[in-house]
T-cell receptor, first 114, second 113 residues
């Protein structure tokens, strides 16, 4: 069974630029959630995708957007990057159809905005 | 608004000491509760979970947690810690409708050999 993978591992961007982060869900999972983890904080929910539709969103502005593909992999896009967007971005997959919300996390993408 | 509070931000213990990390949540409905661990340089891993049934749940590596509904608490315990337990521990809650995980701030556990 393949776990959750994310790419890239690290990324450095300049304020105002755009970034795309990628996530491959664990085999058999159809739900992907994205979280932002600032240094010294717990992860904060950005949004969740289930069967290619957004299924819940946290307190993040519209410049944070996402996609889920038919194979359940997902992208997180952030436009007009700000310094405060520097964080570890985590992807988690789960199987909502089984009635559980046990989420399995990937290693994360460390984004630095300068 | 739903929230999770972890009372201990940084805990330092010697090997073989007992551990209890506090977690309180604010949510009035049915909840699912989790403890995740993040070892240095590794990704978040699930330690244990509570969905329903026996409020005392056992997880991996000798960890257990007790759900006390009247106190909105889900404290993590381990009778005897090891140096390898040094990590960041996160309590999280989700309701049965959205699957959105709400995390506490985390507790850094440092175990001295």
């Amino acid at each position: 069974e393949t776990g959750v993978t994310q790419s890239p591992t690290h990324l450095i961007k300049t304020r105002g630029q755009q970034v795309t982060l990628r996530c491959s869900s664990q085999s058999g999972h159809n739900t992907v959630s994205w979280y932002q983890q600032a240094l010294g904080q717990g992860p904060q929910f950005i949004f969740q995708y289930y069967r290619e539709e957004e299924n819940g969103r946290g307190n993040f502005p519209p410049r944070f957007s996402g996609l889920q593909f038919p194979n359940y992999s997902s992208e997180l896009n952030v436009n007009a990057l700000e310094l405060d967007d520097s964080a570890l971005y985590l992807c988690a997959s789960s199987s909502r159809d089984r009635g559980y919300y046990e989420q399995y996390f990937g290693p994360g993408t460390r984004l630095t905005v300068t | 608004a739903q929230s999770v509070s972890q009372h201990n931000h940084h805990v330092i213990l010697s090997e073989a000491a007992s551990l209890e990390l506090g977690c309180n949540y604010s949510y009035g409905g049915t909840v699912n509760l989790f403890w995740y661990v993040q070892y240095p340089g590794q990704h978040l891993q699930l330690l244990l979970k509570y969905f329903s049934g026996d409020p005392l749940v056992k997880g991996i590596k000798g960890f257990e947690a007790e759900f006390i509904k009247s106190k909105f608490s889900f404290n993590l315990r381990k009778p005897s810690v090891q140096w390898s337990d040094t990590a960041e521990y996160f309590c999280a809650v989700t309701n049965s409708n959205t699957g959105k995980l709400i995390f506490g701030q985390g507790t850094t556990l440092q175990v001295k050999p």
